[in-house]
């Protein structure tokens, strides 16, 4: 790297120019060896390249979020779901379409795994009962005692009559004053008596509809356990959306995504159901989906931009040069150097992730420091100097710069290494590593293939003059030229470029950041539809957090602190499904069971005698006189209003009352007797055991370790950045242990952006010191900084001006523009020192050339990413076209009218290049 007084006399211009004509005189060894390495690294990667495609990826292991994650993963294996989404028809064709589903995936053990999309516990039914407090068991075992007349002696079916239970009622009360206190049971009677004498009311009055009085036979708790009766699947509130739930098996020697096989096969088989089910719309979204398609979306879009900015800097250089050669020497040094690279990162890390994966198209936009040597080595030989001696000119001249450029540069991105986040940490490495690769290209490749078309030239005899008359566009650098009426008024350049800076300086300031990651994704990829048509109806279906204990009775504990949140809707677990109390319940089963025993033949009605309407009629009014009297112990005004009620539907009923009553006491036998059988179904004296609990059901929550897994579910919508961080945090108050992938995304959201911002601070500083170092004068190194400065207050109005905002994928344009803007600065610079002070100074047509070239690719391999339908992706290439633009802008006008009126002072050298030469020599 140059110093500020003597740029050509230093040791790397020495080292630059040894190395380049060591290549240009030996142009096919140093070729040779190039391809051979070219070829390895290519095999290499081949073999040995990896693709990282979770977010989890990028996260360093370090981090507690993933230690807590790992754990988990040790515990109960990969935990993304795949999620198939049914829409259309009724809740029924849509639970038909799921089950045949079902069907079909378990048919392809191989692929899928953990299927659910229902809670299926009828196979417990018969023990429903156990569930309930033993104090609302014991409770059902009394009514059963005061039935025990009826229980035990069959043929007292046949007198179960409204007229017997008018008269229990009447004994009840006469007893109740008599101890002077009132029991559960008898509260419990009074109100079945009550439900039986409206019923029969309601059954006179309307001729022969039947109500069931038997509904409060039971506690309210038993009725809770409807899950038991069917099964219960995973739809809406609404009805309008049902799910499944798979677990892909992923394939570890899958050419790219580890889970893409079992996403395209289940593509497949829903497209079969579908046909089957046209009613039904079935698509399919989820974690490992979405990262699959992103992933697979960013490579083809980072494939096709590749390509696109390899063309489109080809065509440029084409236009520039006029001819085949340069551009294709250019191209070549650019591919060799990105190939280097890439066995490069095979060797070093072994893996590309969502970030680095774009490293190709970075150095196709960073690396074309070939622009600047062909753009110097061609301004010397159209001047007749000799090919050789343009060589040495060109390595002493433009090398230096060359060199400082790609050494800033590539430090901005080692300086990323510093970041405390994974992903960028090997993005800075990759892409640092790349810079120097691409600058090695420059000076070894880039010369040995100038000596061996420079050797064919020689070979057809063909005069350089006459054959390059027109090989190079002219650049506007002349004296009548635009740019030079521009140079001549450098004060009102500068103060043009400061007004500038400051209007863009008001918008950028109100640019914002976006932290939803699926704000980035193409919202023409199927899996985001899905994804969006999933948020509007199920929200919270399929983003929670997880965390395991040793014990149920630990699960139950820590299910009733997570349900207490504000932010959480449920918890899932299997802990409940398990009664507590089992010991003690079981015993009062057995109870019931032998009270049950001599049940009537289920569905059979004993036959009744016609029923005495005027003796009912005596014991309803005595019982009527009763209620009606003051009662310290007992309200019974409502009895009392029903009996009167009774009373008159007894008056006012046809002459077939006593028919129809006694059809109604037949009703209401045989539906007693239907329910007790009922009870008697739910009330087997066996234990539930952890083996009972349907397998889809018990792997998805218990680990072969015997661990107890809850999932506890978010109320809100966890893609946006404020739900998703109170949620995370309301959880860690409660267990430090917690995690899922709420945690990992919320450090990985907070790691990205701390991490590039960091990046782009050390970047900074590492440049300032590198610049300090090759410029020797604090002045220079200001100068060097102000166009970046200018041209990231630009860049941001503009993005703010276009609608655009900060995200997690564009984050990395800020490393890379500190790299650029420097760049450009620096080859400004070098071409101000290197000039004859005694002179007015003018930026050289061959600097201008080369920055002008090299920038113009920069903006087309970086723009190239804005066809990328991933929203991310473009995004970046727009703010990194933007910048480069703008830093480059401000580089070859701006700061060029600035050292005219900088008051700085450095030596003429006139036999600089000739010394270094000679030292070299």
């Not at 300090?772 to 970046?788: E, G, H, M, Y």
Request: contains cysteine.
């Amino acid at each position: 790297m140059s110093h500020a007084k003597d740029g050509k006399d230093s040791f790397p211009a020495r080292l630059i120019y040894a190395v380049s004509m060591f290549s240009f005189q030996k142009p096919w060894l140093v070729f040779a060896l190039g391809m051979l390495l070219c070829t390895t690294a290519l095999l290499y990667s081949y073999k040995k390249l990896e693709f990282k495609t979770h977010r989890d990826d990028m996260i360093s292991n370090r981090k507690w979020c993933q230690q807590n994650w790992k754990h988990y993963l040790a515990e109960f294996g990969q935990d993304d779901d795949m999620v198939v989404v049914a829409l259309g028809g009724n809740e029924q064709n849509k639970i038909d379409a799921l089950e045949q589903l079902a069907t079909k995936l378990s048919e392809h053990q191989e692929s899928f795994d953990r299927i659910f999309f229902k809670v299926d516990l009828q196979n417990l039914k018969n023990r429903s009962l156990l569930f309930l407090e033993p104090k609302e068991i014991g409770t059902i075992v009394g009514h059963l005692a005061n039935m025990a007349p009826l229980l035990e002696f069959p043929f007292a079916w046949n007198l179960f009559t409204t007229k017997s239970i008018t008269c229990e009622a009447h004994a009840r009360i006469k007893q109740i004053e008599a101890r002077g206190t009132v029991t559960e049971a008898d509260t419990a009677f009074l109100a079945q008596f009550r439900s039986i004498i409206r019923a029969a009311t309601n059954y006179l009055g309307s001729g022969d509809t039947y109500e069931s009085p038997w509904v409060g036979l039971l506690p309210k708790s038993q009725h809770n356990t409807s899950m038991l009766s069917k099964p219960n699947y995973l739809v809406s509130e609404d009805k309008s959306v049902a799910i499944l739930l798979a677990r892909p098996i992923t394939q570890e020697k899958s050419d790219f995504v580890s889970s893409m096989p079992a996403v395209k096969l289940m593509r497949e088989i829903l497209n079969d159901i579908s046909a089957l089910h046209p009613e039904v719309q079935l698509g399919l979204t989820g974690l490992p989906v979405l990262e699959a398609d992103e992933m697979t979306a960013s490579q083809r879009d980072s494939a096709t931009a590749s390509w696109v900015a390899f063309l489109s800097v080809l065509f440029l250089y084409i236009i520039v040069y006029r001819s085949w050669r340069y551009p294709v020497l250019t191209i070549s040094t650019l591919l060799v150097g990105t190939i280097l690279a890439l066995g490069w990162l095979t060797l070093t890390i072994g893996h590309l992730n969502l970030l680095s994966a774009t490293f190709a198209v970075m150095l196709i936009g960073l690396g074309d420091y070939g622009v600047l040597w062909v753009s110097a080595f061609d301004e010397y030989r159209k001047k007749g100097v000799p090919a050789a001696e343009a060589l040495k000119n060109t390595a002493l001249s433009v090398g230096p710069g060359i060199l400082t450029a790609a050494c800033t540069t590539s430090l901005a991105f080692f300086a990323a290494m510093l970041a405390d986040f994974q992903a960028v940490s090997e993005m800075g490495w990759i892409a640092g590593s790349g810079i120097l690769f691409c600058a090695l290209s420059c000076f070894t490749t880039l010369p040995s293939l100038l000596g061996i078309t420079e050797s064919y030239k020689k070979v057809t005899q063909k005069s350089e003059l006459t054959n390059w008359p027109v090989e190079i566009l002219t650049f506007p650098i002349t004296p009548n030229s635009w740019t030079t009426k521009l140079f001549s008024k450098p004060k009102t350049m500068v103060v043009a470029g400061v007004i500038l800076t400051c209007l863009f300086l008001i918008p950028a300031l109100k640019v914002s950041y976006d932290h939803n990651l699926l704000h980035l994704q193409s919202a023409s990829l199927d899996s985001v539809k899905w994804e969006k048509v999933l948020l509007d109806k199920m929200p919270t279906a399929t983003w929670h957090a997880v965390t395991f204990t040793a014990t149920r009775e630990e699960a139950l504990e820590w299910k009733k602190k997570f349900e207490a949140l504000p932010e959480v809707s449920q918890v899932a677990e299997i802990a409940s499904m398990l009664p507590k109390d089992q010991t003690i319940n079981k015993g009062q089963l057995k109870e019931i069971q032998h009270r049950l025993r001599l049940l009537p033949t289920r569905g059979s009605k004993p036959g009744h005698a016609t029923p005495d309407i005027a003796g009912l009629t005596k014991e309803l009014q005595l019982l009527a006189g009763k209620t009606s009297e003051a009662n310290s112990l007992l309200d019974l005004r409502e009895v009392n209003k029903d009996l009167l009620g009774f009373l008159n539907g007894l008056s006012n009923a046809s002459k077939n009352s006593n028919k129809e009553l006694k059809n109604f006491e037949e009703s209401v036998t045989g539906d007693l007797i239907e329910n007790l059988h009922q009870l008697r179904e739910v009330s087997t004296p066996e234990f539930i055991e952890v083996a009972d609990i349907p397998t889809p059901i018990r792997t998805r929550y218990l680990s072969e370790n015997n661990q107890w897994l809850l999932r506890v579910f978010a109320k809100k919508n966890l893609w946006e950045y404020s739900n998703l961080k109170d949620f995370v945090s309301s959880i860690q108050k409660v267990d430090a242990r917690a995690t899922g992938k709420p945690f990992t995304t919320l450090e990985g959201l907070k790691g990205m952006k701390a991490g590039f911002q960091w990046a782009g601070i050390y970047a900074l500083i590492a440049i300032i010191v590198v610049l300090s170092w090759d410029f020797r004068k604090t002045i220079l190194v200001t100068l060097a900084l102000l166009p970046l400065v200018m041209g990231l207050c630009i860049t941001m109005g503009a993005v703010w001006l276009l609608g655009y905002q900060l995200n997690p994928a564009n984050m990395i344009a800020f490393p890379i523009l500190v790299g650029v803007g420097i760049d450009n600065a620096v080859h400004v610079i070098h071409d101000f020192l290197g000039r004859d002070r005694s002179k007015q100074y003018a930026l050289k047509s061959s600097t201008f050339k080369g920055i002008f070239v090299a920038g113009l690719t920069t903006v087309l391999g970086f723009g190239s990413l804005t066809i990328s339908s991933h929203l991310g992706l473009s995004s970046l290439g727009l703010l990194l076209a933007l910048g480069v633009s703008a830093c480059m802008i401000c580089s070859i006008l701006w700061l060029p009218s600035l050292l005219q009126l900088a008051p700085i002072k450095v030596k003429s050298n006139k036999n600089l290049i000739a010394r270094t030469i000679n030292k070299a020599a």
